[in-house]
């Protein structure tokens, strides 16, 4: 279980968690998405965080289980309204970082899309957003230049820096703070690059932060 | 503002709204939408609640705000996979009720629902959920035999009974449950009947709740 009191905080503290969808590119294509004009988000509830040693991911029955890596910004400061695309002017909202996977009941999402109903049964299942520790400032200074990975049972899936991102972090915190005041201990999630695609019960994911091609240890993580 | 203890800890206690969608016949026909066969739901952030005295509903600009009143139930103990369509079996999971008002920037929600986008904004603006003070579970003993009103400028525009649900709350907490654990303090809305309609800045909403065709005076609300 997890049990240092820095891990058991992000699920505390946390009281929504907002995700930006198709925000790299090559990911809009690979499900054939249209690209946005703006950024668009949706919501996981804080009751889907799986922290690190609490166990699998479970997959709910019938459920084409996609993984999508994602770096994730714990916010430290509430924020409402914010006006700027400026990337100095963020820190001061960022505590710390987390890696995260923003687990996926695909088909279900493919079938609410398809019907025009919401996103919420599709991202929300028990255990569907795994996060790793925090990972401060110091040691991740620039978010639009980090490297995201993602293997499955060893094989590479995902592997993408984060300045693919289409709309910066700036950007992000400007939209949805415009419709919903971002708290302290909130988590944004800011979209997966591209190479989603299915797990199944008992394959491993490791996933992980490289910053100038050196691993971040905090960032490590290990998801049956 | 809101002070008393009472209140504001309607919100403090939250992590998350989950909102029963079209779960009256007759609200499924006036917005022309299919009959779901069974219940489906989505998240509004804490973010969005508006306790009694807290001031107006903001409308965003360019937006057709529409209310939908509903009836809330207040999770008073963490219920997960919840296996039973019985109404004596929940009362043990329902710390009290509210009488609450899903607002809804409907323009919002129909550009979303034709492009098969989430419906977080749609549902998620601040203020979007102006909530009552609590109603204990001896003032309200029987939930599926409630009226609920809501009335614009003096005018009613929703007024029906919690006996129309197309769904019970056994099975709304059942099919919620099975997907995301319900933690102490989240919000489950329960759906609305026929009625919703537009609301312009500077409009009085007033609403309640009606057992026996007596009002109960905890759940009334007056929001501009
Ligand atoms: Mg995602
Ligand atoms: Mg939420
Ligand atoms: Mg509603």
Same mark, same amino acid.
């Given at each position: ?29 690979? +499900? ?5 004009? @703006?950024?668009?988000?949706? +919501? ?18 019938? !459920? ?9 910004? !714990?916010?430290?400061? @509430?924020?409402?309204? +914010? ?8 820190? @001061?909202?960022?505590?710390s970082y987390l890696l995260s996977i923003d687990m996926t ?50 094989? !590479? ?6 300045? +693919? ?6 950007? @992000? ?30 394959? !491993? ?20």
């Open positions: 279980m997890a049990s240092s009191p820095a891990l058991t905080a992000i699920r505390r503290n946390c009281r929504k968690v907002i995700c930006i969808g198709r925000n790299y590119a090559d990911h809009v294509k690979e +499900l054939n998405n249209q690209r946005p004009k @703006q950024p668009f988000f949706f +919501l996981k509830p804080p009751s889907s965080i799986l922290l690190p040693g609490e166990g699998p991911v479970l997959r709910p029955n019938g !459920v084409n289980m996609h993984f999508e890596i994602e770096l994730g910004l !714990v916010i430290g400061k @509430q924020v409402k309204d +914010l006006q700027t695309e400026d990337d100095s002017e963020i820190l @001061q909202y960022i505590d009941a695909r088909n279900v999402q493919n079938e609410a899309k398809k019907k025009g109903l919401p996103w919420s049964i599709a991202k929300g299942f028990d255990t569907f957003l795994p996060v790793s520790g925090p990972v401060s400032k110091e040691v991740l200074a620039d978010p639009h230049n980090v490297e995201l990975y993602l293997k499955v049972n060893g094989e !590479v899936k995902q592997e993408d820096s984060t300045e +693919l991102m289409l709309f910066r972090i700036p950007r @992000q915190l400007s939209d949805i703070s415009k419709v919903m005041t971002l708290e302290k201990g909130d988590i944004v999630l800011t979209g997966t690059p591209k190479g989603v695609g299915t797990v199944q019960t008992g394959d !491993v994911m490791e996933c992980g932060l490289r910053i100038g091609g050196k691993e971040v240890e905090e960032a490590k993580m290990r998801v049956e």
